[in-house]
């Protein structure tokens, strides 16, 4: 298990900006895909944006592109989801999350290896 602490959620009105933040071992941010997933109550969960371990590969669920960004900074070991554009359906659980072995590519707003850890989620409110 790989430790990831996600912050940076709270609440926010429609049309409103968010950047979720999740820290991570130094090896995990330079060697591993990455990526962020939500789930709402009584909803399946949602894989909405993941990154490749050389941050040269995107992916966004549609749900998202266009709104959302996903960056890191290895130097601050630390991944980033800029959220834009804010609506009620946005609200969920965020997590942080890492895939299962290193150097996968990214497909379909995750990565292509399965997530094996992740942390502890930071909840997302956006009302109307």
């Known amino acids: 298990q790989v430790q990831l602490v996600e912050s940076g959620g709270g609440s926010v009105q429609a049309g409103g900006s968010l950047t979720l933040s999740c820290a991570a071992p130094?090896?995990?941010?330079?060697?591993?895909?990455m990526g962020w997933f939500r789930q709402a109550p009584g909803k399946e969960r949602e894989d909405i944006a993941a990154?490749?371990?050389?941050?040269?590969?995107?992916t966004y669920a549609g749900s998202v592109k266009g709104r959302f960004t996903i960056s890191k900074v290895n130097a601050k070991n630390t991944l980033y989801l800029q959220m834009n554009s804010l609506k009620p359906e946005d609200t969920a659980m965020y997590y942080c999350a890492v895939a299962g072995s290193p150097f996968s590519s990214v497909l379909r707003g995750s990565c292509t290896a399965p997530y094996a850890s992740w942390g502890q989620g930071t909840q997302v409110t956006v009302s109307s």
């Open positions: 990154l490749n371990s050389a941050g040269s590969g995107t």
């Open positions: 130094s090896h995990t941010v330079n060697n591993y895909c």
